[in-house]
């Protein structure tokens, strides 16, 4: 992993030492690319390094959230959270609420909405994790109702 990576730059630039279990944290958040519990964080987390511990993992994750370089999203009455990596700040999906499928997407179209928010809030804001949801084609054809 090259240290131009933008999510090790947010690291240092907060001032966090590149430890071993962060890096391999990190290292395996940008494997999966999508959605990731914390149980399979830590199994792959595992089978790269053994040696890291499960609670360098969770501190890690913890230590990420913060830092804005994960969100926590959660899946209908789930209890654990799934990580998302958040790249340049966003992430966008749709999820169906049926199957649980999540289609991720790249583009949105969020800059004029931040700046308003930014202005009559008085927030800084820092990035956003858009979810929309709804029946995938599998699932819509099998409700057999349709559109609302
Ligand atoms: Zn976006
Ligand atoms: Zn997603
Ligand atoms: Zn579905």
Known sequence: MSTENPHIQSLKRAGYRLTQA??????????????????????????????????????????????????????SSSVTPTYVLMHGGHHHHVVCTECKRFFEFDDCDL????????????????????????????CHVADGRGPA
């Open 111 to 138: 800059e004029a909405l931040t700046a308003n928010l930014q202005a009559s809030l008085d927030v800084q804001i820092k990035g956003h994790l858009l979810e929309f949801y709804g029946l995938c084609a599998d």
């Open 22 to 75: 962060r890096l391999t944290v990190l290292q395996v958040l940008e494997e999966e690319r999508g959605h990731i519990t914390s149980a399979d964080v830590l199994a792959k987390v595992e089978r790269v390094n053994p040696a890291i511990g499960r609670a360098s993992v969770f501190r890690a994750l913890e230590l990420f959230t913060q830092l804005g370089i994960i969100r926590p999203t959660y899946i």
